[in-house]
């Protein structure tokens, strides 16, 4: 079950810490633009913040963090824009992937990475197939990814195996393997969701916070869980 189920420790009380938190990673062009640098610049300082996020995600005891990368809306980017992003997640795998497999991470990626050229998509399936036995911790990456698109897939696959439900459809979604959303946090100071994450985020606590994304380091995160951990949770209850 991707959401719904409250998260719950043993006493019956909700988890203190997100087993799912999900990011949208916001603000790396202004990041940029208020330091003289070109947008690239910006993008390369994310994927940095993006590690230290993940490494404080593992040690607060996190079960899977997504992260927003590149939306179905992204290819209305400039074509420099989006030739620097794909070059980044070249750069991305093949620097990081030993890490993520020495530390038990599992790469798992969200919408259709396969529009990308051939061979990022095939880096990023060798990435997912080295990583698959992983269990410490998930990473999942959105890429080429719309939350409106996800819902008619899952939709169009749960009505062809005859089944129109909601458990039918969250089978059927890309994060059905995934634990229940429990924290989406949005950077630099937008309140949207931008696509993301729709249904899931049905019963998720939001954030959002003023920081842009190369400045959101792992204090930022614990700040977040910390935040997290003072709200009560009722989906719909008393």
Same mark, same amino acid.
């Given at each position: 079950?991707?959401?719904?189920a409250?998260?719950a =420790?043993?006493g019956?009380?909700?988890a203190?810490v997100p087993r799912?938190? /999900? $990011?949208i990673?916001?603000?790396n ?7 003289? &640098? ?5 993008? %390369?300082? @994310?994927a940095?913040?993006?590690r230290a996020?993940l490494r404080?995600a593992?040690e ?6 997504? *992260?927003? /990368?590149f939306? =179905?809306?992204?290819?209305r980017?400039?074509a ?11 750069? !991305? $795998?093949q %620097?990081? #992937?030993?890490n993520?497999?020495?530390? @038990?991470?599992? +790469?798992? $990626? #969200? ?22 036995a992983?269990? %410490?911790?998930?990473l999942?990456?959105a &890429?080429? !990814?719309?939350?409106?698109?996800? $819902?008619v897939r899952a939709a169009?696959? /749960? ?7 909601e ?5 059927? +979604?890309?994060?059905s393997?995934l634990?229940?959303?429990? *924290? #989406? ?7 949207r969701l931008?696509?993301? &994450? +729709?249904?899931?985020?049905?019963y998720?606590? *939001? &954030?959002?916070?003023?920081? *842009? ?8 995160? %614990?700040?977040?869980?910390a935040? !997290?951990a ?5 989906y @719909? @209850?008393?």
């Amino acid at each position: 079950m991707t959401s719904g189920a409250q998260p719950a =420790s043993a006493g019956g009380a909700p988890a203190s810490v997100p087993r799912h938190v /999900a $990011i949208i990673m916001d603000g790396n062009g202004r990041w940029a633009k208020a330091r003289g &640098l070109p947008r690239a610049a910006g993008h %390369r300082a @994310g994927a940095e913040a993006a590690r230290a996020v993940l490494r404080a995600a593992g040690e607060a005891g996190v079960q899977c963090l997504t *992260l927003y /990368a590149f939306s =179905s809306e992204n290819w209305r980017r400039p074509a420099q824009e989006i030739a620097d992003l794909t070059g980044l997640l070249r750069f !991305y $795998i093949q %620097r990081e #992937l030993s890490n993520l497999h020495k530390e @038990g991470i599992r +790469l798992k $990626i #969200l919408g259709d990475h396969n529009a990308f050229e051939a061979d990022v998509a095939k880096m990023v399936d060798k990435a997912v197939e080295k990583t698959a036995a992983n269990r %410490r911790m998930t990473l999942a990456i959105a &890429l080429n !990814y719309g939350g409106r698109s996800e $819902i008619v897939r899952a939709a169009r696959a /749960a009505a062809a195996a005859g089944e129109i439900d909601e458990e039918a459809i969250e089978r059927a +979604l890309d994060t059905s393997d995934l634990p229940p959303l429990d *924290l #989406l946090i949005r950077t630099s100071g937008e309140h949207r969701l931008s696509n993301f &994450l +729709l249904w899931q985020a049905a019963y998720a606590e *939001l &954030l959002f916070v003023d920081t *842009l994304w190369p400045d959101f380091d792992g204090d930022a995160l %614990r700040a977040a869980l910390a935040d !997290y951990a003072r709200r009560e949770r009722r989906y @719909g @209850g008393l």
